[in-house]
């Protein structure tokens, strides 16, 4: 069973978000993501200052299986991107939710709307099992 | 058994002349500077060393003349022998592609009904058979599109809509065509979800890329309609031919409302192919895209001596989107294709789909009455199907990508895994018109041991496989840290002197 933290916030295409004090926002993929891909071998990352509208393709992640986009589940204009992930994505399975982060977002919105609560997500990860 | 480098087989000094030119070419005339110092590092091997060598290599392979090789989407048929004997006769094989039109007659005609058999087989009005790949007739066929729309001054259409079951080169093909990716869902039931179809066409719809049975193994029935709604749109459809086998003889892309069509002569018109080509893509067009097709085309003439064929090229037909290679895509698979086709006839392709979709029903049945979960069990199968093994790999560890390694132990090729990826743990097993049943039922055998193995003993299927000449292979160092180049231990910089 994957891994799903209280505080985040979810999409249904299987991104997190964590809003952090200085208002931007932290976005990368699930632990459920991670697992479905299999080990990743490449990050591909949006450059630093790109202005995103909700649901742009902004990363891809490339695994021995597939290679998946990453929406923006927010619009905003990206604020960094994870250095590591360059020589090592690998970085996304063994830590999703931490050192395995993708993108800093500065919102463009305030609110953070239409994202899902963790009870909503592993509602959503039950229901597709 | 592991087979050792050649490199590493040989001794100091051994030589195997037989094969080397009686008289040796001269060198006196190249300036002293650019002749190297030392002797190439060459394997230093017996002549029977070298054929024992690359024999067991042979032996290390899985192919369709050994092994019954289920790769759902590719198309691994029986490749008849006669195809390649004549594809090989010396008017053929020695001729050279700069040769005047007047001696290739022979091979011009080939080609010429070659296209008409294809023009058949499609409902299309138009071919060209210069595409040397899967890939490359997607491009062409997208080019067309693109050419199309421009040559009416809608320049607007910049976007191509791809379900999202499609094959990977569907979206790749587009992007490479300069044009944005539209991805559409599909429905619980297979088929692509029509309402989202509707929501986004519109002036910038160039068109949708299907392929029809789609990758999940099913007929997309509602084509009719898809087609009504993009032509509706302005766009155009693209019919991509990964499973024409399924619909040979039965049915035609032109007649489900496609304006092109590519067709991978290799997988349906059975040409030994795998392993990366060579290949052949052609497209078939209706009379909106005949204008571009690549170039060149065979043409006739009906001179006084009889027909005459050349070559048709920019002279002829100024609106084509051009050439894709250097002379006419790769012959030798257009011939194989041509005599396949010439074998069967019409009859005959009509049981090439009956039989291979006959084939992947019984096969899903069986599967199914032994308890494996058929991904879509209230839909029939095209000439492939998928099975879901997540209950299994939920109860017992066991994954899709475990049965696949430890099929090999059992003397089949692994079905495609993980694909399409909108099931999960998912074979996609494509049986091909080819095999009897009696080999459909030892494969189905096979996969219920390796299940019930599973439920007894998941480490012992983990560990497959365990006959081949590896284990299992560390995919992800190999995406990583790809390394195909030999280097000699004197070359090599880890040993050279400083």
Excluded at chain 1, 51 to 60: N, R
Excluded at chain 2, 13 to 21: K, T
Excluded at chain 2, 91 to 116: T, V, W, Y
Excluded at chain 2, 480 to 496: G, N
Aim: proline share 7%.
């Amino acid at each position: 069973m994957s891994n799903v933290p209280k505080q985040l916030q979810y999409t249904e295409e299987h991104e997190w978000v964590r809003r952090e004090d200085d208002g931007t926002l932290v976005i990368g993929i699930t632990d459920h993501a991670q697992q479905q891909l299999g080990e990743l071998v490449y990050v591909e990352l949006p450059e630093v200052g790109r202005i995103l509208k909700t649901g742009d393709a902004m990363a891809v992640v490339e695994s021995t299986k597939a290679a998946s986009d990453v929406y923006a589940p927010l619009a905003g204009a990206v604020r960094a991107v994870n250095p590591a992930l360059t020589a090592e994505p690998e970085l996304v399975n063994t830590d999703p939710y931490g050192a395995g982060w993708l993108v800093r977002l500065q919102a463009a919105d305030s609110q953070l709307s239409g994202l899902l609560d963790a009870s909503a997500y592993t509602a959503l990860l039950n229901a597709a099992d | 058994m592991r087979e050792p480098l050649i490199f590493d087989q040989g001794r100091p000094g051994r030589r195997a002349p037989s094969q080397a030119p009686a008289v040796a070419a001269g060198t006196d005339d190249l300036p002293a500077a650019l002749l190297r110092r030392t002797p190439p590092p060459l394997p230093e091997v017996s002549e029977l060393q070298v054929v024992r060598h690359f024999t067991r290599l042979s032996q290390l392979n899985f192919s369709i003349d050994t092994h019954f090789y289920p790769l759902g989407s590719c198309t691994m048929k029986y490749n008849p022998r006669a195809a390649n004997k004549l594809a090989m006769l010396s008017g053929f094989l020695d001729r050279h592609p700069l040769e005047p039109e007047a001696h290739a007659q022979g091979f011009l005609e080939c080609l010429f009904d070659l296209q008409d058999m294809l023009k058949a087989a499609t409902g299309m009005s138009g071919v060209s058979l210069t595409p040397m790949a899967g890939a490359q007739g997607e491009f062409a066929g997208v080019a067309m599109i693109r050419a199309y729309h421009q040559a009416r001054g809608d320049t607007a259409r910049d976007q191509i809509i791809v379900p999202d079951a499609a094959h990977g080169t569907n979206p790749a093909t587009a992007t490479m065509c300069g044009c944005d990716v539209v991805e559409i869902p599909t429905g619980p039931d297979g088929d692509v979800d029509l309402a989202a179809l509707r929501q986004v066409v519109g002036p910038r719809t160039a068109g949708i890329m299907l392929t029809n049975p789609s990758t999940l193994g099913v007929f997309e029935r509602r084509i009719a309609e898809i087609a009504e709604v993009v032509h509706g749109a302005g766009g155009l459809l693209y019919y991509d031919g990964a499973n024409l086998n399924a619909i040979l003889g039965r049915t035609l892309p032109a007649a489900m409302g496609f304006d092109v069509v590519h067709i991978n002569l290799h997988k349906t018109f059975s040409t030994p192919h795998g392993g990366g080509g060579p290949g052949a893509g052609i497209v078939a067009v209706n009379d909106r895209l005949e204008p571009f097709l690549p170039i060149p085309i065979v043409g006739r003439r009906d001179g006084a001596a009889g027909h005459e064929y050349r070559w048709l090229a920019e002279a002829e037909r100024p609106r084509s989107i051009g050439r894709l290679s250097g002379f006419m895509g790769n012959a030798g698979i257009l011939l194989r294709a041509y005599v396949y086709m010439r074998l069967l006839g019409a009859e005959g392709m009509r049981r090439v789909s009956g039989y291979a979709t006959l084939n992947a029903n019984y096969l899903m049945k069986r599967l199914a009455a032994a308890g494996f979960t058929p991904a879509f069990p209230q839909r029939r199968a095209s000439h492939e199907f998928i099975i879901s093994l997540k209950d299994v790999t939920r109860d017992t560890g066991v994954s899709a990508m475990d049965f696949a390694k430890a099929l090999l132990d059992k003397g089949f090729h692994a079905p495609t895994t993980y694909f399409p990826m909108l099931v999960p743990e998912c074979l996609l097993i494509e049986p091909t018109e080819s095999e009897a049943r009696q080999e459909l039922d030892a494969f189905a055998q096979a996969l219920i041991e390796i299940r019930d193995l599973a439920f007894k003993d998941a480490a012992e299927v983990k560990s497959a496989p365990r006959t081949m000449p590896v284990r299992r292979l560390d995919d992800v160092r190999a995406a990583k840290q790809l390394d195909l180049t030999w280097q000699s231990r004197a070359d090599s910089p880890a040993v050279s002197p400083r």
